[in-house]
């Protein structure tokens, strides 16, 4: 990648992924870092937490790619969630841009880990 960002992936329980981004997402790299998560989920999992903990930058490129995978992942009717500290820098960046109201955001993993929360399409 072009910039420090580095993602990793495991079956979290049954048909749920968990995709760990860790660094920073910019313009620089937002595409290979999509493209990273994309192949990430090539089995199609039911449910999918992003889990942005190690996240340290989210500029407007990476939060565009958010929401346009909260929509691709909602047409094939798989659920998305994010996990974000309350006290990370990058929590208030994505409330700001209300992406809670498409995207489930929790504070911790084992939230992001119970049952998917039904919500309107984006």
Partial sequence: MTRVAH???????GRVRHVQVSGEIDLANVDEVRQAIT???ADDPARVILDLRGT?????????MLFRLA????????D????????APIRAVLELTSIQTVIPLHDTL???????SRRGGP
Wanted: charged share 25%; hydrophobic share 35%.
């Fill in 39 to 41: 192949t990430e989920l």
């Fill in 71 to 78: 929509q691709r992942l909602g047409h094939r009717r798989q």
């Fill in 7 to 13: 993602i990793t992936s495991h079956e979290h329980s």
């Fill in 110 to 116: 084992d939230a992001a880990s119970g049952e998917p």
């Fill in 80 to 87: 998305l969630a994010l996990v974000v500290p309350r006290d």
């Fill in 56 to 64: 340290t930058y989210l500029d407007s490129a990476a939060i565009a």
